[in-house]
Every structure is written in C-alpha cells, then in structure tokens.
C-alpha cells in the first residue's frame, strides 16, 4: 500500500480544525480518511512549534529597527531644513523675532 502525501495547507487546516475542539478527534480522523494516531502527531507537531513561531515575530521586528532609524533620520533632516527656511522667512518678512 502507497502513503498518501498531504500537502502542508491541509494538514494545517485539520489542525486547525482539531485545535477548536468542536468535534473529536476520532470523527475528524474519519472524515479525512486519516489515522486518528497521524493527527495527534500533526497536532503536537504544530504545538510543538508554537513558541517558534512568537519568537520569529521578534526577529522580524528587529529587522525593522532599521528602516525605523532611517526614518527617524530623516524626519529630524526634514525638520532642520523647515526650521531653517521659517527662521529665513522671518528675517526677509521682517518678523525676525
């Protein structure tokens, strides 16, 4: 007998699916046609997994700070520059305070 592949979205939505608890474990098993023992290993897989996936959150922000920074930079450039032409607009109008 051939094992059936299933492809990483649908295993995902089964676990899904079980992680709701709506229905048992046994009745999603045999709608599905799989094994009630493959999806307890799916579903601890994908618990297993979870802390990762908080943490890679952190990594991805990180990468950010960045493009935070440049921007940062930019926005205090940009004030310079203004503060710079309202202190020349105030001298020409004659406002010089």
Same mark, same amino acid.
Request: hydrophobic share 35%; aromatic share 6%.
């Given at each position: ?5 299933? #492809? !990483? !979205? ?10 709701? &608890? &709506?229905?048992?474990?046994? &009745?999603? !098993? *045999? ?8 999806? #307890?290993? +799916? ?5 297993? !997994?979870?802390?990762?996936?908080? &943490?890679? =959150? ?8 960045? %493009? ?8 205090? *450039? ?9 202190? +020349?607009?105030?001298?020409?109008? =004659?406002? %010089?305070?």
């Amino acid at each position: 007998m051939m094992r059936k592949r299933h #492809s !990483a !979205a649908f295993k995902a939505k089964i676990v899904q699916e079980l992680l709701r &608890e &709506e229905k048992p474990l046994r &009745e999603i !098993a *045999a709608q599905y046609g799989i094994h009630p023992s493959q999806l #307890s290993k +799916w579903r601890a897989t994908v618990i297993e !997994a979870m802390p990762s996936l908080f &943490e890679g =959150g952190a990594r991805h922000k990180e990468k950010g700070e960045p %493009d935070h920074e440049q921007e940062t930079n930019e926005l205090y *450039a940009e004030i310079g520059r203004l503060t710079t032409k309202l202190a +020349w607009i105030k001298k020409k109008s =004659g406002l %010089d305070i």
